[in-house]
């Protein structure tokens, strides 16, 4: 599966130092290895709203269209 973000994505990382752990865990969705990032679909399931781990602090908020994970957000996940 692909994965795809917005500049400001980047520019989110880049500030709280967190775009090398992003980078790596689009790498592993990349690869297909989506339990180690513990890639999931977020309730309610029609909405179609993926979620995936950057470090313990971080989550990245995407929507899957085709083969293709979009990000539009990162959260703090506390």
Same mark, same amino acid.
């Given at each position: 599966? %692909? ?20 980078? %790596? ?7 297909? &290895?989506?339990? =180690?990032?513990? =890639?999931?679909?977020? %309730? ?5 709203? &993926? ?5 313990? %602090? &971080? ?6 269209i085709d083969?293709? =994970?979009y990000v &539009? ?6």
């Amino acid at each position: 599966m %692909k994965v795809v973000q917005e500049k400001n994505i980047t520019d989110y990382c880049q500030t709280r130092q967190i775009f090398k752990q992003y980078q %790596k865990s689009c790498r592993y969705i990349n690869f297909g &290895y989506y339990d =180690l990032v513990d =890639l999931k679909l977020l %309730k309610p399931k029609n909405q179609g709203v &993926y979620q995936f781990r950057i470090t313990g %602090k &971080y989550r990245a908020l995407a929507i899957k269209i085709d083969n293709t =994970l979009y990000v &539009y957000k990162i959260s703090d996940h506390q």
